[in-house]
């Protein structure tokens, strides 16, 4: 079974910096997505941007020219940097896999989440 840990997540000013890293136990299969997701108290869960196993990167708007995702290679850990941080980014941030081909082609892996806060 997979299992996702996230990691980074801290307290920061506004226009501060962070990078999240998420680490995968087991083997994804080759072809998938991951993504990074977020949820603050009282919203729903909301994406915040993937990379597919080919490289095709997606952003929420909301964190387009400000965050970004990236891998070195579809097993490496995935990672997410994070600039210009609002106080809006507040939430805990989760750690998404999804293969695309296997067994458990489609099914979503989640990793426990790690807080990040934005505040002066």
């Known amino acids: 079974q997979v299992q996702l840990v996230e990691s980074g997540g801290g307290l920061v000013r506004p226009g501060g910096s962070l990078r999240l890293s998420c680490a995968a136990s087991g083997r994804i299969f080759a072809r998938n997505v991951m993504g990074w997701y977020r949820q603050a108290p009282g919203k729903q869960r909301e994406l915040v941007a993937t990379v597919t196993s080919d490289g095709d990167r997606t952003y929420a708007n909301s964190v387009k020219g400000r965050f970004t995702i990236s891998r070195d290679h579809v097993q490496s850990p995935v990672y997410l940097q994070m600039n210009d941080l609002k106080p809006e980014d507040t939430a805990v941030y989760y750690c998404?896999?999804?293969?695309?081909?296997?067994?458990?082609?489609?099914?979503?892996?989640w990793g426990p989440g790690t807080q990040v806060t934005v505040s002066s």
């Open positions: 998404n896999a999804r293969p695309l081909g296997g067994a458990l082609s489609g099914h979503d892996y």
